[in-house]
C-alpha cells in the first residue's frame, strides 16, 4: 500500500482562480500581457456585454466580496481514505466525505467538477437558533455595528440600531462560496435542489440568481411540514400560520429538461388508501376484517364504523365512479 502524502496531486484541491485565468486565456489571448489580463483589452473584446454602472440591481452585504474570493481559495486540507472503517472498499459505488463542507467541496473539483447530475443540501434555516459559523472568524456584534454605520468611536448614533442584518450576513457569507462551488460541480444538464424556510427563502433566491442566473431558475416547491402537537398552532401566535417550507429547483444550463416521471401500479383502480391500523391494545377494537383477525393491536373504527365506510365504497364503485372521481363524491356529500 502506498504511504498518503499531503503533496500528492490527486489528493489536493484545484485551483479554480488558475484554472478560470486558463479558460480565459484561451478564449482572449490577446488580453494578456506579460501573464497578467489587460482589462481595457478585455472590456474593448467584450463590447457592449460590459456593465460599467456604478449602481445595479442586486444583493450586497458585508462579506460579499470576500465570499466570491473564498470560492476560489484551494483547500488547506486532503482527502484520506479509510479503508478499515469502510464496508467492502474496492466494489462498493458508494462514497461518503466526513469533514468540513466547504474544504470537501474545494477537494471535489479536481474529480467530480461537471459529473454530479443531482444536488440536493439541506443547509441551516438561520431560524436565529442555529449556529452560523464563520470560515474565517465569528463577526462579532461591535464589529458588525461599526462597520454599518450604526456606532461611531464607540457611541450610538441611533437610538434604534438595527441587528438582525448581523444573522442574515453570517448566513450569506456561509452559503454564498459553497453555492458556487456546488455549481462547478454539476453536469452540464444537472439540477440542484435546495430546501429552505421562510426565514432565508427570499435571500436564498436572490443569490442563486446570481450564481446560476435567472435563466436556470426553474421553480420553488411548495413542502408540507407538520406541527410539533396540536396546541403548538395556538401559542405565541404573532403571524399566520406557515405549514410549509421550500425547496428551490436550478439547473446548470437553461436549456436543461426534467425527465419524465412515471409510475406504475399494481392495480388498475388502486383507490384512496391511507393505514388502518393502530399500535394500541383495545381488544374491543379486534373484530374480522376481510378474513383477518388480529390477536394483538387494534383496528381505527370500531365495527358498525367499518362496516358503513366499506359499503359507501362499495356504492361509490357501481354508482359513481363512472361519473366522478371520489374525492369529488367525497366532497359533495360533505356540503350536501
Known amino acids: 500500500m502506498n504511504k498518503i502524502s499531503p503533496e500528492m496531486p490527486e489528493l489536493q484541491s484545484m485551483d479554480i482562480t488558475a484554472d478560470n485565468i486558463t479558460k480565459l486565456k484561451s478564449l482572449f489571448p490577446e488580453a494578456f500581457s506579460e501573464g497578467s489580463i489587460d482589462f481595457d483589452v478585455l472590456k474593448q473584446l467584450l463590447g457592449a456585454n460590459v456593465d460599467e454602472k456604478e449602481e445595479r440591481y442586486g444583493l450586497n452585504w458585508h462579506g460579499k466580496r470576500q465570499a466570491r474570493q473564498l470560492a476560489l481559495t484551494p483547500s488547506r486540507g486532503t482527502l484520506r481514505p479509510c479503508k478499515d472503517e469502510s464496508v467492502d472498499w474496492h466494489n462498493t459505488k458508494n462514497l461518503m466525505i466526513e469533514g468540513d463542507n466547504l474544504e470537501v467541496l474545494k477537494l471535489l473539483q479536481k474529480s467530480y467538477a461537471g459529473k454530479i447530475k443531482l444536488n440536493y443540501i439541506d443547509p441551516p434555516y438561520n431560524t436565529w437558533q442555529d449556529y452560523i459559523y ?183 364503485l357501481e354508482k359513481k365512479s363512472q361519473q366522478m372521481s371520489l374525492d369529488d363524491w367525497f366532497f359533495d356529500n360533505l356540503t350536501s
Open 134 to 316: 464563520s470560515d474565517d472568524k465569528r463577526d462579532n456584534l461591535s464589529k458588525y455595528l461599526n462597520f454599518t454605520g450604526q456606532v461611531i468611536n464607540g457611541n450610538k448614533i441611533s437610538t434604534n440600531t438595527e441587528t438582525s442584518g448581523r444573522f442574515h450576513t453570517s448566513w450569506l457569507n456561509m452559503m454564498y462560496p459553497r453555492l458556487k462551488l456546488a455549481k462547478n460541480l454539476l453536469h452540464s444538464d444537472g439540477f440542484i435542489f435546495v430546501s429552505i424556510d421562510s426565514h432565508e427563502v427570499s435571500n436564498l433566491k436572490i443569490i442563486m440568481d446570481d450564481i446560476f442566473g435567472e435563466e436556470c431558475y426553474r421553480n420553488t416547491i411548495a413542502v408540507r411540514r407538520g406541527i410539533k402537537n396540536v396546541q403548538a398552532q395556538f401559542e405565541d401566535v404573532s403571524a399566520l400560520s406557515q405549514g410549509h417550507e421550500y425547496i428551490l429547483l436550478y439547473s446548470k444550463n437553461s436549456l436543461s429538461r426534467l425527465p419524465k416521471l412515471s409510475q406504475s401500479h399494481l392495480e388498475q383502480k388502486p383507490g384512496k388508501w391511507d393505514t388502518f391500523w393502530r399500535g394500541t391494545d383495545r381488544p374491543t377494537m379486534r373484530y374480522e376484517l376481510f378474513g383477518i383477525t388480529p390477536e394483538k393491536g387494534q383496528w381505527r373504527w370500531e365495527k358498525n364504523r367499518t362496516a358503513e365506510a366499506i359499503e359507501n365504497y362499495r356504492f361509490f
